[in-house]
């Protein structure tokens, strides 16, 4: 059965492709939301179900793989920032912090539907302006959620992680295996 990516990033398209998987990619037309009612978990995982079940409803005979990556620091959610301003803004907010990396995901069939979420704690160092203002400066940190690349140059600002990484990366791809071949009968490898 062929597989269809629901996500434009580059990163998601980086991880399936350690496995050689075939698979398409399609971008949802759906604008993804935050309803401040719901826990981050539920929010990441409905914008993951919507953008799936978009691509799905125009698909037929396919798995749809879809995900969303949100960052929560102290109740707050940090999603990608729309200026350098903001995004100085949100890592001097993480600095010396502990937050956690949510990541939804969706897997939709013509039988069957899956939706879950995955969750890492990453502690960042403490660091200082100039070094916020270089790594802003990079470009790096404006299309991702929380402002930083953990597969980049983010990296030099984490201390630790507990939990999966990949899921920090946008994709949890040890769950997402495990969730295809015993709900799907679709195997990675």
């Known amino acids: 059965m062929k597989l269809i ?7 998601r398209k980086d991880i399936l492709n350690l496995f050689n998987l075939r698979y ?3 971008i949802s037309n759906v604008e993804e939301s935050i309803n401040e009612s719901f826990s ?3 929010n990441s995982m409905y914008n993951a179900y919507i953008k799936g079940a978009d691509i799905k409803n125009k698909n037929k005979d396919c798995i749809v793989l879809a995900a969303d990556t949100i960052v929560q ?3 707050r959610i940090l999603l990608k ?6 995004a100085v803004f949100m890592l001097k907010s993480l600095s010396g912090k502990s937050h956690s990396v949510i990541t939804g995901f969706a897997i939709l069939s013509d039988t069957k539907k899956y939706v879950d979420y995955v969750e890492t704690k990453v502690m960042f160092k403490e660091f200082d302006d100039i070094m916020i203002s270089k790594y ?7 299309d991702k959620a ?4 953990i597969q980049g140059m983010g990296s030099i600002l984490v201390e630790k992680i507990t939990g999966d990484y990949f899921n920090v990366v ?3 791809i040890s769950k997402v295996a495990d969730v295809l071949k015993t709900h799907f009968d679709f195997d990675v490898f």
């Open 136 to 142: 802003v400066n990079t470009g790096e940190p404006l």
């Open 40 to 42: 981050p978990q539920i």
């Open 73 to 75: 620091l102290e109740g």
């Open 170 to 172: 946008g994709l949890p």
């Open 5 to 11: 990516l629901g996500s434009g990033s580059p990163r």
């Open 146 to 149: 929380g402002a930083y690349g």
């Open 24 to 26: 398409d990619v399609e």
């Open 81 to 86: 920032p729309k200026s350098e301003d903001e």
